[in-house]
Protein backbone atom coordinates (compact mmCIF):
# COMPACT_ATOMS: atom_id res chain seq x y z
CA UNK A 1 0.00 0.00 0.00
CA UNK A 2 1.07 3.43 -0.64
CA UNK A 3 0.49 6.49 1.71
CA UNK A 4 -1.26 9.53 0.65
CA UNK A 5 -2.23 13.34 2.12
CA UNK A 6 -0.31 13.58 5.44
CA UNK A 7 1.07 10.49 6.03
CA UNK A 8 3.34 10.66 3.41
CA UNK A 9 6.64 9.90 4.61
CA UNK A 10 5.16 8.78 7.85
CA UNK A 11 7.16 5.70 10.10
CA UNK A 12 4.82 3.24 11.75
CA UNK A 13 6.67 0.25 13.70
CA UNK A 14 5.08 -2.15 16.01
CA UNK A 15 7.59 -2.82 19.12
CA UNK A 16 8.33 -5.76 21.51
CA UNK A 17 8.26 -5.93 25.33
CA UNK A 18 9.78 -2.61 26.57
CA UNK A 19 11.52 -1.76 23.27
CA UNK A 20 11.01 1.55 21.70
CA UNK A 21 10.42 2.06 18.33
CA UNK A 22 9.84 4.80 16.11
CA UNK A 23 6.02 5.66 15.33
CA UNK A 24 5.10 9.09 14.05
CA UNK A 25 1.02 8.03 14.24
CA UNK A 26 1.51 8.27 17.99
CA UNK A 27 1.66 11.85 17.53
CA UNK A 28 -1.00 12.30 14.71
CA UNK A 29 -4.36 13.75 14.96
CA UNK A 30 -6.67 10.74 15.81
CA UNK A 31 -4.24 8.62 16.61
CA UNK A 32 -2.57 10.77 19.62
CA UNK A 33 -5.87 10.71 21.64
CA UNK A 34 -6.60 7.06 21.99
CA UNK A 35 -5.98 6.15 25.49
CA UNK A 36 -7.20 3.94 28.10
CA UNK A 37 -10.28 4.38 30.45
CA UNK A 38 -12.09 2.42 33.34
CA UNK A 39 -15.58 2.76 33.53
CA UNK A 40 -17.69 2.53 37.44
CA UNK A 41 -18.17 -1.58 36.78
CA UNK A 42 -13.74 -1.70 36.62
CA UNK A 43 -13.99 -2.29 32.82
CA UNK A 44 -10.96 -0.94 31.24
CA UNK A 45 -11.41 0.30 27.25
CA UNK A 46 -9.46 2.05 24.77
CA UNK A 47 -11.44 5.15 24.06
CA UNK A 48 -11.11 6.12 20.27
CA UNK A 49 -12.34 9.74 19.25
CA UNK A 50 -14.95 10.00 16.60
CA UNK A 51 -13.21 10.59 13.27
CA UNK A 52 -14.70 9.87 9.57
CA UNK A 53 -13.77 7.88 7.09
CA UNK A 54 -13.86 8.24 3.41
CA UNK A 55 -13.33 4.91 0.97
CA UNK A 56 -12.68 5.11 -2.69
CA UNK A 57 -13.00 1.47 -4.51
CA UNK A 58 -12.43 1.18 -8.58
CA UNK A 59 -10.70 -0.69 -10.78
CA UNK A 60 -7.56 -1.70 -9.56
CA UNK A 61 -7.66 0.69 -6.61
CA UNK A 62 -8.43 0.59 -3.12
CA UNK A 63 -7.92 4.27 -0.83
CA UNK A 64 -8.71 4.59 2.88
CA UNK A 65 -8.56 7.93 4.48
CA UNK A 66 -9.60 9.26 7.84
CA UNK A 67 -10.02 12.75 9.25
CA UNK A 68 -11.42 14.65 12.50
CA UNK A 69 -13.32 16.69 9.63
CA UNK A 70 -16.17 15.56 7.48
CA UNK A 71 -14.73 16.90 4.48
CA UNK A 72 -17.01 15.89 0.97
CA UNK A 73 -17.03 11.99 0.47
CA UNK A 74 -16.44 11.27 4.18
CA UNK A 75 -19.19 9.21 6.14
CA UNK A 76 -19.50 9.10 10.14
CA UNK A 77 -19.39 5.35 11.31
CA UNK A 78 -22.30 3.99 12.62
CA UNK A 79 -20.83 3.32 16.20
CA UNK A 80 -20.43 7.82 16.64
CA UNK A 81 -24.04 8.37 16.39
CA UNK A 82 -26.93 8.59 19.46
CA UNK A 83 -29.69 6.96 17.67
CA UNK A 84 -32.39 8.30 20.66
CA UNK A 85 -31.13 12.23 20.65
CA UNK A 86 -29.68 12.53 17.07
CA UNK A 87 -26.20 13.29 17.38
CA UNK A 88 -22.65 12.98 16.91
CA UNK A 89 -20.84 11.14 19.82
CA UNK A 90 -17.25 11.71 20.46
CA UNK A 91 -16.08 9.08 21.42
CA UNK A 92 -16.47 5.02 21.69
CA UNK A 93 -15.08 2.84 24.09
CA UNK A 94 -13.63 -0.61 22.86
CA UNK A 95 -12.81 -3.68 25.43
CA UNK A 96 -9.28 -3.53 26.16
CA UNK A 97 -8.98 -7.28 26.82
CA UNK A 98 -11.04 -10.18 25.38
CA UNK A 99 -14.25 -10.42 27.01
CA UNK A 100 -14.88 -12.33 30.41
CA UNK A 101 -17.76 -13.43 32.06
CA UNK A 102 -18.07 -11.49 35.84
CA UNK A 103 -21.25 -11.27 38.74
CA UNK A 104 -25.17 -11.20 37.79
CA UNK A 105 -24.18 -12.64 33.95
CA UNK A 106 -22.41 -9.08 32.74
CA UNK A 107 -19.76 -9.25 30.05
CA UNK A 108 -16.41 -7.81 31.57
CA UNK A 109 -13.13 -6.57 30.31
CA UNK A 110 -10.63 -6.78 32.67
CA UNK A 111 -7.15 -7.90 33.54
CA UNK A 112 -6.09 -11.21 34.90
CA UNK A 113 -9.07 -13.59 33.42
CA UNK A 114 -9.41 -15.91 31.15
CA UNK A 115 -11.39 -15.21 28.59
CA UNK A 116 -15.66 -16.24 28.30
CA UNK A 117 -15.67 -18.78 25.52
CA UNK A 118 -18.37 -22.14 24.67
CA UNK A 119 -20.94 -19.42 24.82
CA UNK A 120 -23.02 -18.27 21.22
CA UNK A 121 -23.70 -14.68 20.12
CA UNK A 122 -26.90 -14.95 21.63
CA UNK A 123 -25.49 -15.15 24.86
CA UNK A 124 -22.69 -12.76 24.79
CA UNK A 125 -25.05 -10.27 23.33
CA UNK A 126 -27.38 -10.83 26.18
CA UNK A 127 -24.26 -10.83 28.65
CA UNK A 128 -23.01 -7.03 27.52
CA UNK A 129 -26.27 -5.58 27.89
CA UNK A 130 -26.79 -6.78 31.43
CA UNK A 131 -24.38 -4.10 31.85
CA UNK A 132 -27.19 -1.18 31.40
CA UNK A 133 -27.60 1.36 28.50
CA UNK A 134 -25.16 1.46 26.26
CA UNK A 135 -23.19 -1.49 26.34
CA UNK A 136 -22.57 -3.69 23.38
CA UNK A 137 -20.86 -6.90 22.27
CA UNK A 138 -18.43 -5.87 18.97
CA UNK A 139 -19.75 -4.96 15.93
CA UNK A 140 -19.30 -4.42 12.31
CA UNK A 141 -19.12 -0.62 12.64
CA UNK A 142 -16.21 -1.05 15.30
CA UNK A 143 -14.82 -3.04 13.04
CA UNK A 144 -14.76 -1.29 10.31
CA UNK A 145 -13.20 1.72 12.63
CA UNK A 146 -10.25 -0.64 13.90
CA UNK A 147 -9.10 -2.32 10.62
CA UNK A 148 -9.47 1.17 8.65
CA UNK A 149 -6.96 2.57 11.36
CA UNK A 150 -4.80 -0.20 11.48
CA UNK A 151 -4.57 -0.04 7.43
CA UNK A 152 -4.21 3.88 7.64
CA UNK A 153 -1.52 3.60 10.13
CA UNK A 154 0.95 0.38 9.30
CA UNK A 155 0.33 0.34 5.45
CA UNK A 156 -0.85 -2.53 4.95
CA UNK A 157 -3.15 -5.30 4.47
CA UNK A 158 -1.10 -8.05 5.71
CA UNK A 159 -1.26 -7.53 9.29
CA UNK A 160 0.83 -10.44 10.02
CA UNK A 161 3.68 -8.89 9.00
CA UNK A 162 3.36 -6.35 11.41
CA UNK A 163 2.96 -8.39 14.71
CA UNK A 164 2.12 -12.34 14.22
CA UNK A 165 -0.16 -12.82 17.27
CA UNK A 166 -0.92 -15.58 18.96
CA UNK A 167 -1.34 -18.13 16.20
CA UNK A 168 0.66 -21.55 16.40
CA UNK A 169 -1.04 -22.67 19.46
CA UNK A 170 -1.64 -26.35 20.34
CA UNK A 171 -4.99 -27.43 19.03
CA UNK A 172 -4.99 -31.01 18.41
CA UNK A 173 -6.42 -34.51 20.18
CA UNK A 174 -3.13 -36.17 19.02
CA UNK A 175 -1.70 -34.26 22.08
CA UNK A 176 -2.34 -36.95 24.85
CA UNK A 177 -1.47 -37.64 28.67
CA UNK A 178 1.41 -40.40 28.38
CA UNK A 179 0.94 -41.52 32.30
CA UNK A 180 -1.67 -41.28 34.52
CA UNK A 181 -1.81 -39.60 38.01
CA UNK A 182 -4.21 -38.83 40.86
CA UNK A 183 -4.67 -35.03 42.29
CA UNK A 184 -1.88 -33.41 40.53
CA UNK A 185 -1.10 -30.08 38.98
CA UNK A 186 0.45 -31.64 35.82
CA UNK A 187 -0.02 -33.72 32.92
CA UNK A 188 2.79 -35.86 30.85
CA UNK A 189 3.29 -35.91 27.69
CA UNK A 190 5.53 -36.65 24.92
CA UNK A 191 8.90 -34.47 24.48
CA UNK A 192 7.30 -33.82 20.93
CA UNK A 193 4.00 -32.74 22.54
CA UNK A 194 5.57 -30.61 25.26
CA UNK A 195 7.53 -28.49 22.83
CA UNK A 196 4.20 -26.65 21.40
CA UNK A 197 3.57 -25.00 24.37
CA UNK A 198 4.98 -22.22 26.38
CA UNK A 199 5.00 -20.88 30.15
CA UNK A 200 2.56 -18.30 30.16
CA UNK A 201 0.17 -19.57 27.76
CA UNK A 202 -3.67 -21.31 28.66
CA UNK A 203 -4.41 -25.17 28.35
CA UNK A 204 -7.76 -27.02 28.65
CA UNK A 205 -7.53 -30.47 29.79
CA UNK A 206 -10.24 -33.01 28.38
CA UNK A 207 -11.43 -35.70 26.35
CA UNK A 208 -10.72 -34.09 22.81
CA UNK A 209 -9.25 -30.94 21.75
CA UNK A 210 -12.27 -28.36 22.23
CA UNK A 211 -13.75 -29.72 25.83
CA UNK A 212 -12.37 -28.85 29.15
CA UNK A 213 -14.24 -31.81 30.95
CA UNK A 214 -11.15 -32.69 32.99
CA UNK A 215 -9.50 -29.64 33.76
CA UNK A 216 -12.83 -27.62 34.84
CA UNK A 217 -11.88 -24.54 33.38
CA UNK A 218 -9.20 -23.21 31.08
CA UNK A 219 -5.53 -23.29 33.72
CA UNK A 220 -2.56 -21.28 33.52
CA UNK A 221 0.78 -22.72 32.54
CA UNK A 222 3.05 -22.22 35.12
CA UNK A 223 6.23 -24.61 34.51
CA UNK A 224 7.07 -27.06 31.77
CA UNK A 225 10.18 -29.31 33.23
CA UNK A 226 11.36 -32.51 31.93
CA UNK A 227 9.88 -36.17 33.45
CA UNK A 228 12.00 -38.78 31.61
CA UNK A 229 14.07 -39.42 28.62
CA UNK A 230 10.60 -39.17 26.57
CA UNK A 231 8.30 -37.38 28.83
CA UNK A 232 7.89 -34.05 29.97
CA UNK A 233 5.56 -32.84 32.44
CA UNK A 234 3.15 -29.82 31.82
CA UNK A 235 2.68 -27.93 35.47
CA UNK A 236 -0.29 -25.75 35.92
CA UNK A 237 -2.53 -23.54 38.12
CA UNK A 238 -5.86 -24.62 40.10
CA UNK A 239 -6.82 -27.29 42.16
CA UNK A 240 -5.49 -30.47 41.50
CA UNK A 241 -7.24 -32.80 38.90
CA UNK A 242 -6.77 -36.62 37.55
CA UNK A 243 -5.07 -37.25 34.72
CA UNK A 244 -5.67 -40.61 32.58
CA UNK A 245 -3.71 -41.79 30.13
CA UNK A 246 -5.67 -40.40 26.41
CA UNK A 247 -6.77 -37.19 28.19
CA UNK A 248 -6.52 -34.25 25.56
CA UNK A 249 -4.18 -31.26 26.38
CA UNK A 250 -4.76 -28.15 24.09
CA UNK A 251 -3.94 -24.25 24.26
CA UNK A 252 -6.96 -21.79 25.03
CA UNK A 253 -7.08 -18.07 24.76
CA UNK A 254 -4.39 -16.40 26.54
CA UNK A 255 -5.21 -14.56 29.34
CA UNK A 256 -5.72 -11.07 29.74
CA UNK A 257 -3.59 -8.26 30.57
CA UNK A 258 -0.78 -9.90 28.97
CA UNK A 259 0.37 -6.24 27.63
CA UNK A 260 0.96 -4.27 31.07
CA UNK A 261 4.87 -4.44 30.31
CA UNK A 262 4.37 -3.27 26.24
CA UNK A 263 5.77 0.26 25.84
CA UNK A 264 5.20 0.36 22.47
CA UNK A 265 1.75 2.00 21.51
CA UNK A 266 1.18 -1.55 19.42
CA UNK A 267 3.50 -4.68 20.27
CA UNK A 268 4.05 -7.95 21.25
CA UNK A 269 5.55 -9.43 24.27
CA UNK A 270 8.65 -11.68 23.94
CA UNK A 271 8.45 -12.41 19.91
CA UNK A 272 6.67 -10.96 16.62
CA UNK A 273 7.30 -14.12 14.51
CA UNK A 274 6.79 -17.78 15.95
CA UNK A 275 2.88 -16.60 16.62
CA UNK A 276 3.53 -18.43 20.41
CA UNK A 277 2.35 -14.86 21.98
CA UNK A 278 -0.23 -12.39 21.46
CA UNK A 279 -0.27 -9.35 20.53
CA UNK A 280 -1.50 -5.62 21.18
CA UNK A 281 -2.99 -2.93 18.99
CA UNK A 282 -3.14 0.99 20.42
CA UNK A 283 -3.99 -0.59 23.94
CA UNK A 284 -6.50 -3.58 22.95
CA UNK A 285 -5.21 -7.29 23.18
CA UNK A 286 -5.29 -10.06 20.87
CA UNK A 287 -7.18 -7.73 17.78
CA UNK A 288 -6.60 -10.94 15.92
CA UNK A 289 -5.52 -14.72 16.16
CA UNK A 290 -5.71 -15.67 19.84
CA UNK A 291 -9.39 -16.10 19.55
CA UNK A 292 -12.09 -15.59 17.24
CA UNK A 293 -14.48 -12.72 18.10
CA UNK A 294 -18.09 -12.24 17.65
CA UNK A 295 -19.15 -9.44 15.41
CA UNK A 296 -22.85 -7.95 15.82
CA UNK A 297 -25.32 -6.21 13.78
CA UNK A 298 -24.59 -8.34 10.38
CA UNK A 299 -26.35 -11.59 9.67
CA UNK A 300 -25.77 -13.66 6.32
CA UNK A 301 -28.21 -15.46 4.15
CA UNK A 302 -26.99 -17.42 1.18
CA UNK A 303 -24.00 -15.09 1.01
CA UNK A 304 -26.24 -12.28 1.15
CA UNK A 305 -25.22 -9.38 3.98
CA UNK A 306 -27.77 -7.45 6.02
CA UNK A 307 -26.77 -4.91 8.62
CA UNK A 308 -28.18 -3.16 11.40
CA UNK A 309 -26.94 0.50 12.10
CA UNK A 310 -28.42 1.11 15.78
CA UNK A 311 -27.24 -1.98 18.23
CA UNK A 312 -30.31 -1.48 20.02
CA UNK A 313 -31.85 -3.47 17.19
CA UNK A 314 -29.43 -6.10 16.39
CA UNK A 315 -30.71 -9.91 16.54
CA UNK A 316 -29.34 -12.92 14.57
CA UNK A 317 -31.39 -14.22 12.15
CA UNK A 318 -33.14 -11.25 11.12
CA UNK A 319 -33.45 -10.55 7.31
CA UNK A 320 -35.77 -7.85 7.07
CA UNK A 321 -36.13 -4.02 8.95
CA UNK A 322 -34.25 -2.71 10.33
CA UNK A 323 -31.50 -4.93 8.94
CA UNK A 324 -30.59 -3.91 5.46
CA UNK A 325 -29.25 -5.30 2.51
CA UNK A 326 -25.80 -4.73 1.11
CA UNK A 327 -25.67 -4.43 -2.63
CA UNK A 328 -23.04 -6.67 -3.21
CA UNK A 329 -23.30 -10.98 -2.72
CA UNK A 330 -19.78 -12.15 -0.59
CA UNK A 331 -17.89 -15.11 -2.53
CA UNK A 332 -19.86 -18.61 -2.24
CA UNK A 333 -16.10 -20.02 -1.77
CA UNK A 334 -13.58 -20.59 0.64
CA UNK A 335 -10.22 -18.60 0.38
CA UNK A 336 -7.84 -15.93 0.89
CA UNK A 337 -9.45 -12.56 -0.43
CA UNK A 338 -8.88 -10.46 -3.15
CA UNK A 339 -11.36 -8.32 -3.26
CA UNK A 340 -13.60 -7.40 0.04
CA UNK A 341 -17.25 -5.76 -1.12
CA UNK A 342 -18.16 -2.33 -1.75
CA UNK A 343 -21.30 0.10 -1.14
CA UNK A 344 -20.89 2.89 -2.12
CA UNK A 345 -24.16 3.70 0.39
CA UNK A 346 -23.51 1.15 3.41
CA UNK A 347 -18.98 1.39 2.98
CA UNK A 348 -18.33 0.17 6.64
CA UNK A 349 -19.49 -3.58 5.96
CA UNK A 350 -16.67 -4.95 3.37
CA UNK A 351 -16.99 -8.85 3.42
CA UNK A 352 -14.98 -11.00 0.69
CA UNK A 353 -16.36 -11.03 -2.87
CA UNK A 354 -13.67 -12.45 -4.59
CA UNK A 355 -10.61 -14.87 -3.44
CA UNK A 356 -7.53 -16.63 -5.39
CA UNK A 357 -5.00 -14.60 -2.84
CA UNK A 358 -2.32 -16.10 -0.43
CA UNK A 359 -1.25 -15.70 3.25
CA UNK A 360 1.32 -12.63 2.19
CA UNK A 361 -0.72 -11.27 -1.21
CA UNK A 362 -3.75 -8.88 -1.16
CA UNK A 363 -5.84 -8.96 2.41
CA UNK A 364 -3.43 -12.22 3.42
CA UNK A 365 -6.09 -13.84 5.78
CA UNK A 366 -8.38 -16.14 5.31
CA UNK A 367 -12.47 -16.39 3.99
CA UNK A 368 -14.74 -19.17 5.22
CA UNK A 369 -18.00 -19.34 4.56
CA UNK A 370 -21.09 -21.29 3.52
CA UNK A 371 -24.44 -21.43 2.61
CA UNK A 372 -27.39 -20.45 4.84
CA UNK A 373 -28.30 -18.35 7.37
CA UNK A 374 -25.06 -17.70 9.51
CA UNK A 375 -23.75 -15.30 11.50
CA UNK A 376 -19.79 -13.31 11.62
CA UNK A 377 -16.91 -13.66 13.68
CA UNK A 378 -13.38 -11.83 12.96
CA UNK A 379 -9.44 -12.29 13.58
CA UNK A 380 -8.68 -15.92 13.74
CA UNK A 381 -7.73 -18.10 16.74
CA UNK A 382 -4.99 -19.47 18.10
CA UNK A 383 -4.06 -22.66 15.91
CA UNK A 384 -5.44 -20.84 13.13
CA UNK A 385 -1.39 -20.03 11.76
CA UNK A 386 -0.85 -17.82 8.81
CA UNK A 387 -5.17 -17.54 8.17
CA UNK A 388 -5.62 -15.73 10.88
CA UNK A 389 -5.64 -11.77 10.95
CA UNK A 390 -7.30 -8.70 10.85
CA UNK A 391 -8.96 -9.01 7.70
CA UNK A 392 -10.03 -12.89 8.53
CA UNK A 393 -13.45 -13.64 8.19
CA UNK A 394 -15.58 -16.83 9.67
CA UNK A 395 -19.27 -16.50 7.96
CA UNK A 396 -19.59 -19.81 8.77
CA UNK A 397 -21.55 -20.46 11.82
CA UNK A 398 -24.99 -20.45 12.93
CA UNK A 399 -26.16 -17.87 15.71
CA UNK A 400 -26.44 -21.40 18.11
CA UNK A 401 -22.45 -22.06 17.57
CA UNK A 402 -20.01 -22.07 20.55
CA UNK A 403 -16.71 -23.40 20.82
CA UNK A 404 -13.84 -23.28 22.70
CA UNK A 405 -11.79 -20.85 20.21
CA UNK A 406 -14.87 -18.20 20.41
CA UNK A 407 -15.03 -15.66 22.35
CA UNK A 408 -15.96 -11.76 22.32
CA UNK A 409 -15.25 -7.72 23.30
CA UNK A 410 -17.22 -5.29 25.52
CA UNK A 411 -18.21 -2.32 23.69
CA UNK A 412 -19.82 0.80 25.60
CA UNK A 413 -21.12 3.73 23.87
CA UNK A 414 -21.79 7.09 26.04
CA UNK A 415 -25.30 7.17 25.68
Avoid at 98 to 122: F, R, Y
Avoid at 155 to 170: I, P, R
Wanted: negative net charge; contains cysteine.
Amino acid sequence: MTRTHDAIGMVANAGVDGSWVQNDFDNAQIFREIGEVEDELGNVFVRIPKFYIKKQDGGGFKTWQVSKTQYPGFYLPWCFWDFTNNRELPFIDVGKYKASLGTGDKLESKPNLHPLASKNIVDFRTYATNNGKGYQQLDIHVVDVLQTLFYVEFATLHSQSVMQGFTTGQYSSSHTATIAETAVNRIIVANSTASGFIVGQSIGIGSNHYSNNISGTPRLITNIVSYDTDNTAIEFDGDPIDIAVGDVVANRGHINGFSKDIVASSGSIVSTSDGKYPMMYRGIESLYGDIWQFVDGVNINEHQAWFAKNAEDYASNVFASPYEQVSYINHNANGYPIEMGYDKNNPSVALPTTVGGGSTTYYSDYYYQSTGQRIARVGGSWGDGSTAGLSSWYLNSSSSDAYVSIGGRLLKKPL
